[in-house]
């Protein structure tokens, strides 16, 4: 809920999702030109820059939706720093590797960097509008429909999951531990069969309705897409030649 909120309150939301999905993808370019960290760093903090202050998307929100992918992404550049050899008692040895910095350094910032260029792109644009894009840009059909799928489904699972622990906590069904556990087990329980028969009443209704095409819906008319697409190339291309100088420059 927080990406589609930030997504259809920000200031970009009538900027054409082209624009922002070829500003997104020279940024995700840029971060596999960059030389070394420190490169890798600049690119990241200028693409959260740009969505923070270009699209004013909330520093709040901004973290919390980076924060679980980003400490994937530490938890993961920090097994790069830690060896593991056998050792005669059997049992195996765990010590700090300091020559695995740099390429933990790089591979951590390099992952933040595209991070910072993907999430600037889903919390400006709705997911409908990426839709859209991807219909226009010729991706096949079935895959488009799993997209409006599962996009619709996420949203039952969501009200079905709430009307579920509103009617648990009225039955006093979260108190101690082992109780907020059982009710829980209950609900997910509940939900698998529930969310399991809307998908059914879902493709019955589909079905009733003659509905064996693609999943059509009207897109949005943007007055500035041409503009909007010169700007996004610019910047885009400015990353890009940023990058490729200091990789030169270091070279």
């Known amino acids: 809920m927080w990406i589609e909120q930030a997504a259809y309150a920000n200031r970009w939301r009538d900027v054409t999702p082209g624009a922002k999905a070829l500003f997104a993808g020279c940024g995700l370019a840029a971060a596999f030109v960059a030389p070394d960290w420190k490169a890798e760093l600049l690119l990241a903090a200028l693409l959260a820059a740009v969505t923070l202050g270009g699209a004013r998307v909330p520093a709040r929100l901004y973290a919390r ?127 698998a069969a529930q969310i399991w028969s809307r998908a059914l009443a879902l493709q019955a209704a589909a079905s009733a309705r003659n509905g064996d095409g693609p999943l059509d819906f009207l897109a949005p008319d943007y007055a500035h897409a041409r503009r909007d697409l010169r700007v996004a190339g610019c910047a885009g291309a400015a990353l890009l030649a940023g990058m490729v100088a200091l990789r030169g420059g270091l070279a």
Do not use: K
């Open 65 to 191: 939706v980076v924060a679980p992918a980003g400490s994937f992404v530490v938890l993961s550049c920090a097994t790069l720093l830690v060896a593991v050899a056998p050792s005669a008692g059997g049992w195996p040895e765990v010590h700090w590797h300091a020559a695995g910095w740099p390429e933990a350094a790089l591979t951590g910032t390099r992952a933040m960097a595209a991070l910072a260029a993907m999430v600037g792109l889903v919390l400006t644009t709705p997911l409908s509008d990426l839709i859209g894009l991807a219909r226009r840009l010729r991706v096949p059909e079935v895959l488009v429909d799993v997209m409006v799928l599962c996009y619709r489904m996420v949203f039952v699972f969501m009200e079905a999951w709430d009307d579920g622990v509103t009617a648990q906590a009225a039955r006093l069904g979260y108190g101690p531990f082992r109780r907020s556990v059982r009710s829980l087990a209950l609900l997910a329980a509940n939900l």
